[in-house]
């Protein structure tokens, strides 16, 4: 995840200390005060929806699937993830909400000291479910929603699917929870992406998380409607404009980028354009410290079926699973010689990310989608819009060159 | 000794089959399990693991998921427990739940 509003606007956050070692210098309470050591937990709790999202990586359906962790097995791996120092676990599905006992495993998450954090579709957050997902300790609640009522619900195979998810973040809101936006960038919604974050705006978001595509689940058999790389730079450099213009308006929300992390050096040439060189080397440094690219590393998931996967976007294959082994054991068994490349890829990137000068901060972005487009795990990531120009010369910032005061 | 008579015995997939995948990275190295892939058939499994593991693998084994017996010394990482059923929403319940939101 990349803070644009952190790194073009200076606004503190909570994920500071965990996502960029900057807990010193953040006025906001921090998740973590160091840089995170362990990877932050996707769990999908149940494969269950009831929607059917033309994206879900997770290739939800409204059935029940078999072999869902029990109550007292999930508590199990919540302990189990406690022990091994994942700083936040984030509930995901199908859709979470479908789960009775998910303010039990939210509450108990809380009482080990795991952060937990939701994501949802919204529409089954009633006043009374938000408030009780409020009092079981939740710390965030992301709301998907991609695109104005027409071409969302058109999406999510449900009419009426866009007015559900805004009452389910009003209510999340009334009830005194952080939520926020989640919006997968596509060329079928690019063009609403100004009028949602307008509505939302009003509404009161504390947060925007726009996502690009990644090719898992059915996420791969929509790779036709991905953007064009020149098309996704626009909207990326929208997405920087818009974060600075209702900054400047004192609209003070969280803005990140996920999925791409070429986005982190086209922030840093974006930085250099339009707030100056000395803020692109502050950028650059947050972004080198943070560490591009995170599969395998700073992110993890746990499926339905308790089955370990590289992100939660890379459902077909798996390292393992927690009924077989503790979490920790799977993630650090570095005796899987994928697991071990992945995590020396600088070394295996291959074609222009072998020589880029953002090689630092980006480290190829997204493996999975160079695998299903390229069938090569270290080729280029087919998503990258970064222009000749940008790719090639030295590394833009020494390395060690930290931002001071006088930056 | 442990008697190996903890069976874990929980399903592995449900959207498409899965597969075991053990490599060996050198004719004298043992095989290893690196996990499993999930594929429809055999020959798609074979492409899958080789995707993942051709750069670096001198042999490759598959074996279906639900052909293989999982047998602990040690009880279950997570302890026993039912699958989860009773802990979410039977599809009418969750049909009727589904935008309620405005009447809570």
Avoid at chain 1, 148 to 158: I, K, S, V
Avoid at chain 1, 291 to 320: C, I, K, M
Avoid at chain 1, 353 to 365: F, I, L, S
Avoid at chain 2, 20 to 46: C, I, K, M, Q, Y
Wanted: glycine share 10%; with cysteine; hydrophobic share 35%.
């Amino acid at each position: 995840m990349i803070s644009v509003s952190k790194l073009l606007c200076d606004l503190d956050a909570e994920g500071d200390g965990l996502r960029y070692d900057a807990a010193g210098e953040s006025t906001k309470r921090q998740i973590r005060d160091e840089k995170q050591r362990r990877p932050v937990v996707v769990w999908n709790v149940t494969k269950q929806c009831n929607l059917y999202c033309d994206h879900c990586y997770a290739a939800a359906d409204t059935e029940i699937a078999d072999g869902e962790l029990s109550t007292a097995e999930g508590k199990a791996l919540l302990d189990d993830l406690a022990d091994y120092g994942a700083p936040v676990v984030l509930f995901s599905g199908g859709e979470p909400l479908v789960r009775n006992d998910l303010e039990e495993l939210i509450a108990y998450a809380n009482d080990v000291g795991v952060r937990p954090v939701l994501s949802t579709n919204g529409t089954l957050i009633t006043a009374e479910r938000a408030e009780s997902l409020k009092a079981a300790g939740l710390k965030y609640a992301g709301v998907s929603v991609d695109g104005l009522p027409e071409r969302n619900d058109d999406f999510r195979g449900l009419e009426g699917a866009f007015e559900g998810a805004v009452r389910g973040i009003e209510n999340c809101l009334d009830a005194g929870l952080k939520t926020g936006l989640r919006y997968t960038i596509t060329e079928r919604n690019a063009a609403d992406l100004e009028g949602v974050v307008d509505l939302l705006t009003d509404v009161g978001v504390d947060r925007f998380c726009f996502y690009h595509l990644d090719y898992g689940g059915r996420g791969t058999e929509i790779v036709d409607a991905d953007l064009t790389p020149a098309d996704r730079r626009t909207a990326v450099k929208r997405v920087c404009d818009m974060t600075r213009e209702y900054h400047d308006e004192g609209e003070e929300i969280e803005t990140l980028l996920v999925g791409n992390y070429a986005d982190a050096a086209y922030l840093v040439e974006y930085a250099r354009e339009h707030v100056g060189e000395a803020q692109a080397r502050r950028v650059y440094e947050y972004l080198r410290v943070n560490g591009g690219d995170p599969t395998g590393e700073r992110v993890a998931d746990v499926d339905y079926q308790g089955n370990v996967h590289l992100t939660q976007f890379w459902q077909g294959y798996s390292l393992g699973n927690v009924r077989d082994r503790p979490f920790g054991d799977i993630w650090e068994d570095e005796s899987n010689p994928l697991l071990r490349a992945l995590r020396n890829r600088d070394a295996h990137l291959s074609g222009k990310c072998a020589d880029c000068r953002y090689a630092e901060v980006c480290r190829g972005a997204s493996r999975l989608r160079a695998l299903t487009v390229e069938d090569d795990l270290f080729a280029p990531d087919p998503q990258c819009y970064l222009e000749d120009s940008e790719i090639d010369g030295p590394t833009p910032f020494g390395a060690g060159d930290e931002p001071t005061s006088a930056d | 000794m442990g008697e190996f008579d903890h069976e874990v015995d929980a399903p592995r997939g449900a959207t498409s089959r899965e597969w075991e995948v053990f490599v060996r990275e050198a004719t004298a190295d043992p095989l290893t399990h690196v996990g499993s892939v999930s594929a429809p058939s055999a020959d798609v499994a074979r492409e899958q693991a080789a995707s993942l593991f051709g750069r670096t693998a001198v042999a490759l084994w598959l074996c279906p998921a639900d052909e293989t017996r999982r047998y602990q010394a040690e009880a279950a990482t997570l302890g026993a427990g039912a699958a989860g059923e009773d802990a979410t929403m039977s599809v009418a319940e969750m049909q009727s739940e589904t935008l309620r939101g405005e009447d809570g």
